[in-house]
């Protein structure tokens, strides 16, 4: 790949990390309830709708996605990058990108996406015990946690700790960003903002450990129907039949406009990885005199999963309660 069409992906993945922090504040700051979301696959289907976006529709879409590319390389860059994922062993899987006009012009955007990754080092089944969980109102509840004692790439800050868990091929990491409160969470959110991430996935202040490591199992589903959260964050013109500019989706005549978007994502997280098949054998555990640091999710977290070769965040989340 030239440095120009690299160049082209590194701005692609600074609009979408940027991308990441609007869509998760708005989303997911405030609720206590579990949250999964791809604000990369969102993302995609919003810069697919700008390819046609005209006047000052294309400008709110250029402040909303910090795009600073003009339209042809932000095309290329997407064409380059998704050249890039077919190559990934197919961990993450579109089950639909659409953008379809109804009967009466209207545009729908609908998205799903789907990610399946094995641990680069997998959690021994025979090492899963239930285990207490605290919620962020003080009670606890029983769940199965897995459990390793590994060498991770970590990062301890005053208020936060956070283990990257890389998947195999290593081109994906799940990031766990752990409160050390345990009703620390909110908190922890008012933190998170685009430099944050950023930090996290350019590894600053991260070193490598030995972990005793205990993780809850989770699979969270979420559906979101994202249009006034749009609106919110500065696309109000695509949903405004008066005001919508999608002329270059039309040749010319405005006569289109988006009625909703709606936002689909699943994960499921085990011993084998994250979405995970089913895989048969005896799974030997060494007894190591070494001893770990601890370090014990049992309480409220949010996580990211990062392609770790441009440093873009595919998915974003939090879990207050561990549900399978």
């Known amino acids: 790949m030239d440095s120009a069409k690299k160049q082209d992906i590194s701005n692609l993945a600074a609009s979408i990390d940027y991308f990441t922090n609007s869509l998760y504040q708005a989303v997911a700051t405030g609720t206590n309830e579990n949250v999964f979301m791809s604000p990369f696959s969102v ?52 089950n639909s990108v659409n953008r379809f006009l109804t009967p009466q012009s209207v545009l729908v955007l609908i998205n799903a996406v789907y990610f399946k990754g094995m641990w680069a080092e997998k959690f021994p089944e025979q090492a899963t015990s239930s285990r207490k969980f605290y919620l962020s109102s003080g009670k606890t509840i029983s769940h199965d946690f897995m459990y390793i004692s590994e060498d991770f790439n970590t990062k301890i800050s005053d208020n936060y700790k956070v283990v990257e868990l890389p998947y195999i091929g290593k081109a994906f990491s799940m990031f766990v960003i752990l409160p050390n409160e345990i009703n620390g969470l909110a908190a922890l ?59 270059g989706m039309t040749g010319g005549e405005k006569n289109i406009y988006a009625s909703e978007m709606f936002h689909k994502a699943f994960v499921d997280v085990n011993e084998e990885g994250t979405e995970a098949a089913a895989a048969t054998g005896m799974v030997m555990m060494a007894l190591s005199a070494q001893i770990g640091m601890e370090f014990d999710v049992n309480h409220p977290f949010t996580f990211l999963i990062v392609d770790n070769r441009t440093k873009m965040i595919h998915f974003i989340g939090k879990v207050t309660i561990p549900t399978t």
């Open 43 to 94: 993302a995609t289907v919003l810069s697919m709708v700008y390819l046609g976006a005209r006047q000052n529709s294309a400008k709110q879409f250029e402040n909303v996605l910090k795009i600073t590319s003009n339209p042809d390389s932000v095309a290329l860059a997407f064409k380059e990058y998704f050249s890039l994922l077919k190559n990934s062993d197919k961990l993450v899987t579109f």
């Open 189 to 247: 959110e008012k933190e998170i903002n685009a430099k944050f991430l950023k930090d996290i996935v350019d590894r600053k202040g991260f070193e490598m450990m030995y972990l005793e490591l205990n993780m809850p199992k989770y699979r969270l589903e979420s559906s979101f129907k994202l249009g006034d959260v749009l609106k919110k964050l500065g696309l109000p013109d695509i949903f405004d039949p008066q005001k919508a500019d999608l002329s």
